[in-house]
């Protein structure tokens, strides 16, 4: 049954992303905020949709965090609720990506239409320097930036590999972190198919400041706070 459910959940994903892809490709003329503000539509029926066929809900704990953007937002990373979850929370944001997403027919043509920035991790100088680069020009236009630090899902209670990118791009631009934990891996497992009922908790931390500090202290700042403040595992 948890297996049929989730089958239902991805056929109205794909459903939605074969409406909104072109969407998203014609409004491309428009300014992003009201792109992005269109297009969030896809994730409030997403959201919906996992509730209604897998009994996945969720709470969002921290809002009073929230600051005048915009900022860098450092989430962790165990599956692909919260690159949803993020979108309602969080004012017009790009994010920092592979590349190789934008090859994915349908899906990648409406994230590129998004102005992502999407890096090569094949080289770490030239990763980095994408990010500081396009990530200080989309701050300044007022979009908030999310960076996953540990670059990859993880699995739920374990810990990947904090990166520097997003530490270094506060250092060099002094926009705050704002750094988000949740315990989404335990319902939306990595590489599974099946989801698994329950609520969700994401929390968003006070807002860190960066000026003056240097990347790796900003990196292991936010670190500590995001794995410090994992919550639970849903019961």
Not at 166 to 176: M, S
Request: with cysteine; hydrophobic share 40%; net charge positive.
């Amino acid at each position: 049954m948890l297996l049929l459910r989730s089958l239902f959940f991805y056929t109205g994903l794909s459903l939605a992303t074969l409406v909104f892809t072109p969407l998203g490709l014609l409004m491309y003329p428009l300014p992003l905020d009201l792109r992005f503000r269109i297009m969030k539509q896809w994730t409030v029926f997403n959201l919906w949709w996992l509730n209604v066929c897998c009994g996945i809900t969720h709470e969002i704990q921290g809002r009073e965090n929230l600051i005048d953007g915009p900022a860098i937002i450092m989430c962790k990373h165990q599956s692909a609720w919260e690159t949803l979850a993020l979108q309602l929370v969080f004012p017009s944001q790009v994010w920092v990506l592979k590349r190789e997403l934008l090859w994915i027919p349908i899906y990648g043509w409406g994230l590129a239409s998004m102005q992502p920035i999407a890096i090569d991790r094949g080289s770490n100088v030239r990763a980095f320097r994408q990010i500081v680069e396009q990530g200080r020009q989309r701050l300044e236009d007022g979009l908030w930036v999310v960076i996953f630090p540990e670059g990859t899902r993880v699995r739920a209670g374990e810990k990947g590999n904090y990166q520097p990118g997003g530490g270094l791009l506060a250092e060099k631009t002094g926009y705050p972190i704002v750094p988000v934990t949740h315990n989404s891996g335990y319902l939306w497992p990595r590489n599974s198919l099946i989801k698994y009922p329950g609520k969700i908790t994401m929390k968003i931390g006070p807002a860190i400041e960066t000026r003056n500090k240097k990347a790796r202290e900003i990196t292991q700042q936010t670190e500590d706070w995001i794995e410090t403040n994992l919550p639970a595992p849903p019961t």
